[in-house]
């Protein structure tokens, strides 16, 4: 079994302010099952907002980021599961930070 997803979303980090320029998520997701014991994934998201503004002063701090990941799944039981997952996450600009992570996780369906 194959899936996909694509998420377009636009919001504003505080509507009580429409001189913010509001937040720009993408993301898309791809999933592949191999039977029914095993699966595999992956992602990518992309988002980015406007820049700060101080008593009518741009600040010149565009926020830019942009997220990969895949994950693979396996049943170990009929009601448990393991995931192991890798995750980057990438700012395209000067603010913030770049960061990679693995998950590890145990699932137990109830």
Request: glycine share 10%; charged share 20%; proline share 4%.
């Amino acid at each position: 079994m194959r899936t996909g997803s694509l998420t377009c979303i636009s919001s504003s980090r505080e509507r009580s302010d429409p001189a913010l320029d509001p937040e720009q998520p993408r993301q898309a997701h791809v999933v592949k099952t191999f039977g029914q014991a095993w699966w595999l994934s992956t992602g990518i998201a992309y988002s980015w907002a406007g820049e700060n503004t101080i008593d009518g002063v741009p600040k010149g701090d565009d926020k830019g980021n942009l997220i990969l990941g895949a994950s693979f799944g396996f049943r170990l039981a009929d009601a448990q599961s393991v995931r192991l997952a890798y995750v980057r996450s990438d700012t395209q600009n000067d603010v913030g930070q770049d960061t990679d992570s693995l998950y590890v996780g145990w699932s137990i369906r109830f």
